[in-house]
Each structure stands twice: as C-alpha cells, then as structure tokens.
C-alpha cells in the first residue's frame, strides 16, 4: 500500500475516532331513523376517523352458503368458503368471517378477498370494532391478522391511500403496528419514503428490512446518507447509515469518509466504520 494511502487511512481514522357540519344547526330538520346494526360502532373521536358502511344484508344464496360452510368440514367447507367469497360483496364480508370463527387460514383468505374487494370499507369495520373487547358479541375474530393482511394487500396495490388512511386516522389500539405494516411494505417500493413515513409516523425501535437501501444508496450516496440523517440517531436509522456506507465504499469510499468526518461522533463512527471495513477488504 502507497504511504500516500497509509496516511489518508490514518488521518481519516483520527477524524472518525375538520370544520363543524351545516346541516347541525338545522334545528326544523326530523330526526333520522337508524335500522339496528350487527356492526360495533366506534365513538365518534375525529372528523377523520374511518367509517364503514353498515353491513349489507345477507342474500339468500350467502346466508345458505354461510349455514352449510358452518356444518360442513373438509375439502367441502373450503370449496364452499371460496364460492361464497366469490359472490360476496364488501359489506358481506364480516359475516362471512364471523361464521369460520378462530380459522386463521379461512380468515386470512376471507380478509385478502375483503381488502381486495373495498379496503377502506375494510378498515373502517376493523377500526370500529378495535374498540369493542374481542370476545364481545358480533366482534370480528383475529382483528389484528384481519388488519395486517388489509394493509399488506393495500399496500401493494395503493400505497399512498394506505398511507393517507394511517395518517388521517385518530390513534387506536392497532394503529401503530399497521404503521409497521405498510412501512415495510413501502420499503420493498420506494426506500426514501419508507424512511421519510418512519420519521413522520415516529416509528421508534422498529428496523423494517433494509435489503434494498444499499441498492437505492448505490444510485447517489450523499443524498441517501443526508435522507437517513434525518431519521436521527435510533437503531433504524444507525442500521440504514451502515447499508449507506456498505454501498459507498464500493464507488467512492475517499468521499464517503470526508463526508462521515462531519457528521456527529455516533454517526461519525457507524457510517465511518463501514466505509473503512469495507475498503480495507478491497
């Protein structure tokens, strides 16, 4: 190695060491008439909250679909499970899941078709009955597996819309780990805003996986340094900074250590470490 080397390595080592509603005042307007509803309500919390339709009546073909998959065991109950998801609409949906009980299987397929069919239907049923003990009667069974398989199936069809109804919905029991949900999701699609929905979410100690950071680093590293910088110091972020530095050292690890010997002594050593690491193995 070229004493020029040498001593670059040794002095970058020193340097590392919602508004009120119109018609409410209509005082000469009769009061409406609510049908009964199976579904548990929310409280009313936020004009933002997520709201579900009332659940449909069932139709005689889902309610006589619902009869036998209840009777019915085997290969016969999942071949009538399937038809009746076919044919059921959103609002059938709970019903449906309702009737298979604890079957985490049946729900997790029943929950994908639901998503599939209205997601924000979806939520807004979960989000209702997240305020209901789950062994109340008409409560929805698995609510936490209903609403992570609701946002992984939103998410990889429309990322911002699960996104927007995350962030507009008031806090409940659940919604931070669906926050988790999607920011794993949206990972695998965009790295920068999947870190950018961790600091705007203030998602702490989570670390979603950072397979593709290295690859989005690889493109302009400055910039995905200055981006994870921005989450702070916590393990997520001091975890994305080392696959930066990993992609750094590959192109330009001279540069990546000018840059580290800037920062704050904590980022200072993760990004630094792994950028001398790696040019030390070359």
């Known amino acids: 190695?070229?004493?020029?080397?040498?001593?670059?390595?040794?002095?970058?080592?020193?340097a590392l060491a919602i508004g009120a509603l119109a018609g409410s005042l209509r005082s000469s307007k009769p009061a409406e008439q609510h049908a009964p509803k199976t579904a548990i309500e929310a409280p009313a919390l936020a004009p933002a909250a997520p709201v579900a339709p009332p659940?449909?009546?069932?139709?005689?073909?889902?309610e006589a679909a619902i009869k036998e998959i209840t009777a019915a065991t085997g290969a016969r109950r999942w071949l009538l499970l399937l038809e009746a998801a076919e044919k059921a609409t959103a609002g059938d949906m709970p019903g449906l899941i309702?009737?298979?009980?604890?079957d985490s299987?049946?729900?997790?397929?029943?929950a994908a078709r639901w998503a599939e069919l209205d997601p924000k239907h979806m939520f807004g049923s979960i989000y209702a009955d997240s305020f209901a003990p789950?062994?109340?009667?008409?409560?929805?069974?698995?609510?936490?597996?209903?609403?992570?398989?609701?946002?992984e199936e939103w998410a990889k069809r429309d990322l911002a819309g699960a996104v927007k109804a995350l962030t507009d919905a008031p806090a409940f029991s659940m919604r931070e780990?669906?926050?988790?949900?999607?920011?794993?999701?949206?990972?695998?699609?965009?790295?920068?805003?999947?870190?950018?929905?961790?600091?705007?979410?203030?998602?702490?100690?989570?670390?979603?996986?950072?397979?593709?950071?290295?690859?989005?680093?690889?493109r302009d590293p400055q910039r995905a340094a200055e981006v994870v910088l921005q989450l702070g110091n916590d393990s997520a972020g001091q975890e994305a900074l080392r696959e930066v530095g990993k992609a750094w050292a590959q192109t330009d690890p001279e540069g990546g250590l000018r840059f580290a010997a800037k920062l704050d002594a904590r980022a200072r050593g993760t990004l630094g470490a792994e950028l001398m690491q790696a040019w030390a193995q070359r």
């Open 1 to 14: 190695m070229k004493i020029t080397t040498i001593c670059k390595l040794g002095g970058w080592v020193v």
């Open 55 to 62: 659940e449909s009546a069932l139709s005689a073909v889902t």
């Open 98 to 102: 309702r009737s298979v009980r604890d």
């Open 105 to 110: 299987t049946a729900i997790r397929m029943l």
């Open 134 to 151: 789950e062994d109340s009667p008409g409560a929805l069974p698995r609510r936490y597996e209903l609403g992570a398989v609701l946002f």
């Open 177 to 218: 780990s669906y926050r988790m949900t999607v920011v794993s999701a949206a990972m695998k699609q965009d790295v920068e805003q999947g870190l950018r929905m961790m600091k705007e979410w203030n998602i702490r100690g989570y670390i979603p996986d950072m397979r593709k950071v290295t690859e989005w680093a690889a």
